[in-house]
């Protein structure tokens, strides 16, 4: 009886279950309206610095909670995440080198298609290692958002309908030359105006009107690369740094105007790292090592350099509470893969000194998610398809949980949002993954995957974590009260406390009646 009594609460806490999700193969209308969050509007967050700027993240879950995925085509294009929508460009090969990209915006809590946008478009641009569809990530500002194919096609549409507000093409309008891997640069919003990477004989840079597509200004004598410009402020002017050809330089957001440049350790495929006035750059090509530059008064000094230390190729890194975490690819060029030649490095910003190494780690990208004490995690998703999470602290490398969640590769950059993480591979297949689960009760909206049919009762999850159960439904991710999470501790047969999730990297599943399932780590529940 009592067991029955405490399934039935359970149950009844998490209310109806979500219907199913269709497909959505045509473009269609929004029928609720969308809750708006800091989330993950453009190539590397809100800030460009691969760090979530929403509240701290709550309980790490045992494992990763699938809440949806999609197909959308090939490419290494990363998801964005703004106001409800989840937004990734792919591609579909076709005959003679060309094929169709597509633009694709979800719900971000369910997954359905709320409109596409296909176009024709080049399939590959390359020098050397071939890889196939879009390189750069969408940008979303407020009601619209920008994408760019590796052709050059620039689109302007509506977020919230796929409206086309306008369109160009960057060869045919403005004299752009398609670069050697296609247009990689991510659009960046400043102001009114959209900064991009053209690759004219004349305008290396340009800065375009963001409502209708009109010049406003080029900049000659840069070098176009395979990143994007960051967003700084230096000497008391918003600067737009750019990388590529060994050389970084600073170019006045607003004007077009040089501010600095220097010379560098070679090009960055993923662009400069940039922190106020400290400007961290990798070479992408051969072990010709990193450096950290420091613009003051328009002039450039290096606090440090080292020929040999750290080379990244398409692995990015990121600068947290005074060190940089990132992947050190020396040695792998053209390999075409690296499953554990990489190594994920602690460097100290201002001296270059490395705090820890951690081997093996093969090619791979991370953000930061800030936790509720001051500190941080990092989220990584390695080439290889596992999803890490692991404490950002200069002390260790300390793990916290790894989990399989791709096949093939994965080269591009996860989002977060909500305490979910958004990842996508090099095929096209997207996962939306609630991560982290909130101390305090919040509703977590989910949904069954788009594949697949509704259950029917839905299927719901117990989590230990910390001591304490989170029930995780097709509806919310709840925590369980205490009353109720001794006596469901108890039908699981074990009333310990347990120290959660440290150090966990597998999950035992075993269903326990009228569609619940109990979820325990293994390093805190050997039986059931």
Same mark, same amino acid.
């Given at each position: ?49 691969? %760090? ?39 591609? $579909? ?43 750069? /990530?969408? /940008? ?75 010049? $406003? ?46 010379? /560098? ?13 400290? $400007? ?20 450039? %000094? ?21 060190? $940089? ?70 002390? @260790? ?42 101390? /305090? ?30 029930? *995780? ?6 925590? *369980? ?37 109990? %979820?325990? @780590? ?7």
């Amino acid at each position: 009886m009592e067991k029955a009594f405490l399934l039935v609460l359970l149950v009844s806490a998490f209310g109806t279950p979500v219907s199913s999700v269709e497909d959505g193969n045509s473009r269609i209308v929004r029928d609720r309206p969308v809750k708006r969050t800091a989330g993950w509007p453009q190539w590397l967050g809100p800030n460009r610095d691969a %760090t979530s700027t929403e509240a701290g993240c709550g309980v790490l879950l045992p494992a990763p909670q699938p809440l949806w995925k999609a197909d959308v085509g090939i490419g290494v294009s990363s998801v964005v995440v703004s106001q409800g929508h989840a937004l990734a460009v792919g591609h $579909i090969r076709g005959p003679a080198n060309r094929g169709e990209d597509t633009v694709y915006c979800f719900d971000a809590d369910t997954g359905k298609v709320i409109w596409k946008y296909p176009y024709e478009c080049l399939s590959c641009k390359t020098q050397d290692v071939r890889f196939y569809g879009p390189r750069s /990530t969408p /940008t979303v500002d407020g009601d619209f958002v920008y994408t760019l194919s590796l052709e050059g096609h620039l689109f302007c549409f509506e977020t919230n309908s796929g409206k086309i507000i306008w369109n160009k093409e960057l060869p045919r309008d403005y004299s752009g030359r398609i670069p050697v891997y296609g247009y990689c640069c991510s659009p960046l919003v400043y102001g009114k105006l959209l900064i991009l990477e053209l690759n004219a004989e004349q305008s290396s840079y340009v800065a375009l009107d963001k409502s209708n597509g009109e010049v $406003i200004w080029r900049f000659a004598g840069g070098h176009v690369t395979c990143g994007s410009p960051a967003l700084t402020n230096i000497d008391g002017a918003d600067c737009a740094v750019f990388m590529g050809g060994g050389v970084v330089v600073g170019v006045n957001a607003a004007t077009g105007e040089e501010m600095w440049r220097h010379g /560098t350790w070679g090009h960055a495929w993923m662009g400069p790292v940039v922190s106020g006035d400290k $400007i961290f750059v990798a070479n992408a090509s051969l072990p010709r090592g990193c450096g950290m530059i420091q613009i003051a008064q328009g002039k450039p %000094t290096v606090l440090w350099e080292d020929k040999k230390k750290f080379q990244t190729l398409h692995c990015n890194s990121v600068i947290w509470q005074g060190h $940089i975490y990132g992947f050190d690819n020396t040695g792998t060029d053209y390999l075409g893969r690296d499953g554990q030649r990489s190594s994920l490095k602690c460097l100290q910003l201002d001296t270059g000194e490395v705090k820890w190494v951690k081997e093996k780690m093969g090619w791979g990208n991370l953000i930061v998610a800030p936790d509720r004490i001051g500190g941080g995690n990092l989220i990584i998703l390695r080439e290889a398809g596992d999803l890490i999470v692991a404490r950002a602290s200069a002390e @260790s490398y300390q793990e916290l949980s790894r989990n399989k969640i791709f096949d093939g590769q994965s080269w591009t950059v996860p989002a977060f949002s909500k305490g979910r993480v958004y990842c996508r591979n090099n095929s096209g297949q997207v996962v939306c993954l609630q991560l982290f689960c909130p101390s /305090t009760p919040q509703d977590v909206p989910v949904a069954p995957l788009a594949h697949e049919p509704a259950k029917s009762p839905a299927t719901h999850s117990a989590i230990f974590s910390n001591g304490r159960v989170y029930a *995780v439904s097709p509806d919310a991710c709840i925590f *369980v009260p205490s009353i109720i999470s001794t006596a469901l501790a108890d039908m699981l047969g074990d009333r310990g406390s347990s120290s959660g999730y440290h150090g966990s990297n597998r999950n035992e599943q075993k269903p326990f009646g009228f569609g619940l399932t109990a %979820t325990r @780590s293994l390093t805190t529940c050997n039986r059931f």
